[in-house]
């Protein structure tokens, strides 16, 4: 057993959920006393930033026995090896963010992206600042239709091939209710990825991309897609320098839009004034 994770003197965070997940009792675990938490007891696990380093035996052995886990975080941790998910089939929660899965081995993230396909009872998806590129062809989002939340923030979507938008399976996510595609050189290839199809969604974050050259190519291209959308409540567009092209995004369509982020677009103060007349009164917005 990597003898730093043992150090620290790891606590983990489990509820004991027999009744359902939402009657919780909280129950410490001291890695270094004797393991006796019953198989059918464990349903939630957090091990976030805890410094795991290339998954020590004990979080297999956790794993194994407790295929009745619905919460499952590891995120801030380095699994430069395989983490078997195969038989969570319970999992409604997964936060894989920021533990450096786009520098596995390619047969091994392979199998692991295969794993969290499966895992259809799932609505709560993080795989954000992981740096997966082309390596999402992995992920097949079509099996995952019970999602409500998926962050793949800084995961250079853009760097994907034309095919693989295609196949990417982002629109048939139709009980989506929040999504975090920021950081990820999103331009003209954003209307590949079918948002137009998630007309559930409260919550779309598309800052830091380069939408300012997709309106180039297509002045209509963010207008289509926005416009379906017409439940958001927020909306983040920062850093997108997208400046007076932001006349072209049909913004006053999105009458329940209660947060508009559009700090770092260039906006001069007529366009600012312009805005604030077009949307709801109650609607905060950061320039």
Known sequence: MNKKFISCFLIISVMCGLQGWKQKKPLAINWQTNYRVKQSQLRYLNLRNIKLY???????????????????????????????????????????????????????????LLN????????????????????????????????????????????????????????SLIQLHSLNLSDNYLDNNIELLGLSNLTQLHDLDISCNNLNTALDENPQALYIILSNLTQLHSLNLRGNCLGKKIELLGLSKLTKLRHLDLSDNYLDESQKKKLISLLPSSCEILF
């Open 54 to 112: 290339k998954k020590p035996k004990a979080l297999d052995l956790i794993l194994s026995k407790h295929t009745h886990l619905i919460h499952l975080d590891l995120s801030g941790n380095y699994l430069g090896e395989l983490v078997d998910l195969s038989n969570l089939t319970q999992l409604r929660y997964l936060d894989l963010g920021k533990t450096l899965l786009g520098g596995m081995n390619a047969e091994i993230l392979e199998e692991l």
């Open 116 to 171: 969290i396909s499966n895992l259809t009872q799932l609505q709560d998806l993080n795989l954000g600042k992981n740096f997966l590129g082309e390596k999402l062809k992995y992920l097949n989002l079509r099996n995952l239709t019970q999602l409500h939340s998926l962050d793949l923030s800084w995961n250079y979507l853009g760097r994907m091939k034309l095919e693989q938008f295609k196949e990417f399976g982002l629109s």
